[in-house]
């Protein structure tokens, strides 16, 4: 017998498989349906719109929707409604604009379908408002957002637990976030100016959601000019002692004082040394794929900070085949891809690497 459970709801179905449905047909095989890779989405939005868009714009709207598939069937049959062959800036503007701030938009309805769900599930919606303002807008930190809503941690604590629990939020580590990217953004636009100008016109509040996107999109292109090499350096300066969970392995991301670039044997690998308060970070940064010898080259230099107990990841954008996995493992190394990079760049607020 195959019996398939499908849900979006993933905590409580996995809940029902390991409980309920396990004592009656055994384990289950678990499959996580998750959002198109940046490839892939480039690949749809190629399909569906040729050379009708340009490839910032398709950019663009996979960062915007972290590739989620419908949100990028909903955009895309708007965009084929303009009427011209090639879809400028402006009119690229305003379906966004429309399809998030217009009560007839499906989008619209589905985020206040979202914030309903929130309303009936919760007792005390006191500080939900904010609270998702803030978190959208970049504060993910527990201690952040307790000092900005001037609140106690039991209380915040309660409303964090409550928003998992609907799969409004996730937690990482030391973060809260949103993993619905287009909802987030739509909460720190069209929501926040619901809330803090309630009495705006429609036509003002289009003008304001526009600059938003235009400001959404200047600062996806800026960080577009940019080498990967040099955006990964600057993500590497916005840790602040957090921690992470990747796979199984909680990893803490330390404060870091002091950084120094080091070239290795291969040109296109450098080495990261970052000098903390406790320990030392150490990271090998590589664009393109990753081989036995520069894992080993990696695992050698780290040997020479042994007595300082560095934490040593290696980090490829272009993966890498299973040998030098196991390689990593074997040298006890963490081993980041452009996943688990473009993850972490989700954490802190920043546009994906695509």
Known sequence: IMFIFISRRKKEAENILSEELNLIFGSFEKI?????????????????????????????????????????????NELLKVPKEKIEFESFIKKLSYLLNSEKSCLYQIFKGKLNLIKQNLKNIFLINPLLILISSGYTRKKELASLLKTDSKNLNNKLSKLAELNILNKNGSFYFLPNKLFSFWLSSVFKIEIELPLVLYNDKEKIIEKKIKEKFEESEEARKKDSFQRFLELVQLFKDDTIKTGKKLISLPHIKRLKIVPARNKNMKFIIGEAKRYYLILAFKEDIAQDTDILEFSTRCSYFRNKQPKKIFITLGGADYTAKLLAKEKRLYFWEREEVNFLLKLYNKPLII
């Open 32 to 76: 996580y349906l998750g959002n198109f890779s940046p490839y892939y989405a480039l690949t749809y939005l190629n399909n569906k719109l040729g050379n009708r868009l340009e490839i910032s714009f398709k950019k663009f709207l996979i960062e915007l929707t972290d590739g989620f598939p419908l949100y990028l069937e909903i955009i895309t």
